[in-house]
């Protein structure tokens, strides 16, 4: 299941940009709504459930738990539906109804697993907690727009930032710091202390660029200062133990490197959209492309090895990582100077995500026909 839910993920980015290419179809808050609640909020739930039994010293999930990303994709699709003009305007209040439930119900054994470890958890399990309630709250500003409609905007931009800055980005910079030192097979002592320390500057951080956004602009000016330590710190604390030949020239570890890196623009030309010096009209699909593209196609080249061939580590699964390693460091490049366009307004940026991801299919295709073979040559 979490392979599917890797392919799949791919897929929807793919759907996704060429709904964007194509002029006149699809509206661009459709198509984000398909990538974030199809693709994105399954993936991560999927991925949390992988690390959290490792960060807690515990076994693996159970199998019902491991339906809740098709759940959420599930509801995922009927939120599309609905921005499509295919569903009534009520069935987002179901979706959202339905993802809060199954956030808390993810929340909830999250936490046991937590209080059950022997001795104390890597602090990374934190970052996941904090990203379910950031969730969670998004998920209660559905409903709230349409009771308070002379608040829409200001609780849309709410919903909108706790959902890509809170859920996805504090679930992403808690797993990039425990990722990354993985696929260089060079453990990173000092993260867990990051971990611990950084936790409340990128949840304060969070909140005031969230509630600034939607109130007051200082306040979200400052929280936009507080990520952006947070990920200079990451990433500076990443050229000092790796350097940057290795960074660049791993392709996983490239496309990571490239995720934090685009995830620092993001906060940073947000700030300028915020100011009036650029326009923000393209901001959400260039967070898609610097931010999340690079982010997937990265942590799937670590991980669908590993989900593929489970247990200890084995020539086919390295093999299989290898082969989701070529063409990384170029298809990083790629993504990077298409979000910056994006950011910058030029919408041509898509055409360069759109190579970069069908790079990464048919490299993705082709590591599960040497996987394939593998498993009959043994």
């Known amino acids: 299941m979490l ?206 660029v969230a509630v600034g956004a939607a109130f007051w602009l200082p306040l979200a000016l400052a929280g936009a200062l507080m990520l952006l330590a947070v990920t200079l710190r990451t990433g500076l604390s990443w050229l000092q133990r790796y350097r940057w030949r290795t960074l660049l020239l791993d392709g996983t570890a490239a496309a990571l490197f490239a995720a934090l890196s685009g995830f620092l623009l993001v906060i940073s030309f947000g700030a300028a959209h915020a100011l009036g010096v650029l326009d923000g009209r393209d901001a959400v699909p260039a967070f898609v492309v610097i931010f999340l593209l690079p982010l997937v196609s990265g942590a799937l080249s670590q991980l669908l090895p590993v989900w593929y061939r489970p247990g200890k580590r084995t020539p086919a699964r390295d093999r299989m990582q290898n082969a989701l390693r070529e063409g990384g460091v170029l298809r990083s490049l790629l993504l990077m100077v298409g979000g910056v366009l994006l950011l910058l307004g030029i919408s041509d940026g898509l055409w360069l995500a759109a190579v970069a991801m069908l790079s990464f299919v048919i490299t993705l295709i082709r590591s599960l026909l040497l996987a394939r073979e593998s498993h009959r040559a043994s």
């Open 3 to 208: 392979i599917y839910l890797g392919c799949s993920a791919v897929a929807v980015f793919l759907a996704a940009l060429l709904l964007l290419l194509h002029s006149g179809g699809t509206s661009a808050l459709a198509v984000a709504h398909l990538v974030f609640v199809v693709a994105i909020v399954p993936l991560i739930f999927a991925a949390i459930s992988h690390f959290v039994p490792v960060l807690t010293r515990s076994r693996s999930a159970g199998r019902t738990l491991l339906l809740t990303p098709l759940l959420l994709q599930l509801t995922g699709l009927l939120v599309f539906l609905a921005f499509i003009g295919e569903a009534p305007e009520r069935a987002l209040h179901a979706a959202a109804g339905s993802t809060l439930l199954l956030t808390l119900v993810f929340t909830g054994w999250l936490t046991l697993r937590a209080r059950a470890t022997i001795g104390r958890p890597h602090p990374g399990w934190r970052w996941y907690l904090l990203a379910m309630v950031f969730l969670a709250t998004a998920m209660l500003l559905v409903p709230a727009m349409s009771w308070w409609p002379d608040l829409r905007p200001a609780l849309r931009l709410l919903h909108l930032h706790l959902n890509t800055l809170g859920f996805i980005g504090l679930s992403a910079l808690g797993t990039l710091q425990v990722l990354l030192p993985t696929v260089l097979r060079d453990p990173d002592a000092s993260a867990a202390e990051r971990l611990r320390s950084q936790l409340p500057l990128a949840a304060g951080g969070v909140l005031a």
